[in-house]
């Protein structure tokens, strides 16, 4: 049991590790940073745009974090917000013509990367890799929601 969680632990930090650093690295390439990826590659793939909420939920962030992305996205001219409503959380975010062009460089190294870090697996090593990642996930989610539970 010890050995399962040490490998698991250690296996997902050095994921998580060296994903940060492959975004921090590609990102300042393009005079950005690595947080910004989540945001322009889901934008990227959301041709109707996003509200804030939904891009939140589709990077897996909060509202203030999003926010404060998308205003330095906004001020490197790669996104805007179509302001056509009168509650500013529900508006469309949107790419610009310039940011259609970096997410677009972003998919692709996105998709070479992915290649080179999968390279060995299969697609049903992959698709069975997801499930349990997923089932996993699940489950941590609901353990981590009974500690969300007010103590009296």
Known sequence: MEQRYTTFSLLLINISR??????????????????????????????????????????????????????????????????????????????????????????EKISSILEEGGAGISDDERTQLYRSLGIISQNLTEICKKYDIKQK
């Open 18 to 107: 060296c994903v940060q650093k492959i975004k921090n690295v590609e990102m300042a390439a393009l005079g950005l940073k690595g947080r910004q990826v989540q945001c322009l590659f889901a934008l990227y793939n959301c041709v109707e745009g996003a509200s804030l909420t939904k891009l939140g939920e589709m990077c897996g962030e909060d509202k203030g974090m999003m926010s404060r992305t998308v205003k330095e996205l906004s001020e490197e001219g790669l996104v805007y917000i179509d302001a056509n409503g009168e509650h500013k959380y529900k508006n469309p975010i949107r790419l610009t013509p310039k940011g259609e062009s970096v997410a677009g460089i972003v998919a």
